[in-house]
């Protein structure tokens, strides 16, 4: 795997097993409680995993043809630093409606951990297909930011963390 990415990877299972921890030791019933109709910690990590298992998909079919697609530049760099910054405010962001209705909900720790395992693996396998000169090309059409790169599309999965973390954090209190 080239190593910028296998850095970014390293990054992502570092945020991965933090978030797990934080998890780990509740009940079933600690983790599908859901405070007054808001998500449960089981959906909100569905909802994590799921998202990344849709992008893995999407990415695996786009890398057949990365010899033609583009390469990103400026533009899409501003873009990436303005949803960056969005996430990081404490605003609610509605979930894409293909997402939700292809998110599995999964009810116990064990399977949170099975499920974003393989994901991950899969992640891995991946990664270790780009080459040097792919690492800029667009290969990942994210909902709001359009066409990023490889690299890009990494950030946007530890962004995704970071911005449902504290969501967790306060549904572990409620």
Same mark, same amino acid.
């Given at each position: 795997?080239?190593?910028?990415?296998?850095?970014?990877?390293?990054?992502?299972?570092?945020?991965? #097993?933090?978030?797990?921890?934080?998890?780990?030791?509740?009940?079933?019933?600690?983790?599908?409680?859901?405070? &007054?109709?808001?998500?449960?910690?089981?959906?909100?990590?569905?909802?994590?995993?799921?998202?990344?298992?849709?992008?893995?998909?999407?990415?695996?079919?786009?890398?057949?043809?990365?010899?033609? /697609?583009?390469?990103?530049?400026?533009?899409?760099?501003?873009? %990436?630093?303005?949803?960056?910054?969005?996430?990081?405010?404490?605003?609610?962001?509605?979930?894409?409606?293909?997402?939700?209705?292809?998110?599995?909900?999964?009810?116990?720790?064990?399977?949170?951990? /099975?499920?974003?395992?393989?994901?991950?693996?899969?992640?891995?396998?991946?990664?270790?297909?780009?080459?040097?000169?792919?690492?800029?090309?667009?290969?990942?059409? #994210?909902?709001?930011?359009? %066409?990023? &790169?490889?690299?890009?599309?990494?950030?946007?999965?530890?962004? #995704?963390?970071?911005? #449902?973390?504290?969501?967790?954090?306060?549904?572990?209190?409620?």
């Amino acid at each position: 795997m080239n190593n910028s990415l296998l850095q970014r990877y390293a990054s992502l299972e570092d945020q991965r #097993h933090g978030l797990l921890a934080l998890v780990d030791s509740l009940s079933n019933e600690q983790l599908n409680k859901q405070p &007054n109709g808001k998500w449960s910690i089981a959906q909100v990590l569905s909802h994590i995993i799921a998202s990344e298992q849709l992008s893995i998909n999407y990415l695996n079919k786009k890398i057949l043809g990365i010899k033609e /697609a583009a390469n990103t530049g400026l533009i899409e760099e501003l873009k %990436m630093t303005a949803f960056i910054i969005s996430q990081r405010l404490p605003i609610k962001y509605k979930a894409p409606k293909g997402l939700k209705e292809k998110t599995t909900s999964l009810q116990t720790v064990e399977q949170v951990k /099975a499920s974003w395992e393989k994901t991950r693996s899969e992640l891995s396998e991946l990664l270790s297909r780009f080459q040097q000169d792919q690492l800029r090309r667009k290969v990942y059409r #994210h909902p709001v930011i359009g %066409m990023i &790169n490889i690299q890009q599309t990494l950030r946007f999965f530890q962004e #995704h963390i970071i911005h #449902h973390t504290p969501q967790i954090k306060n549904l572990k209190t409620l």
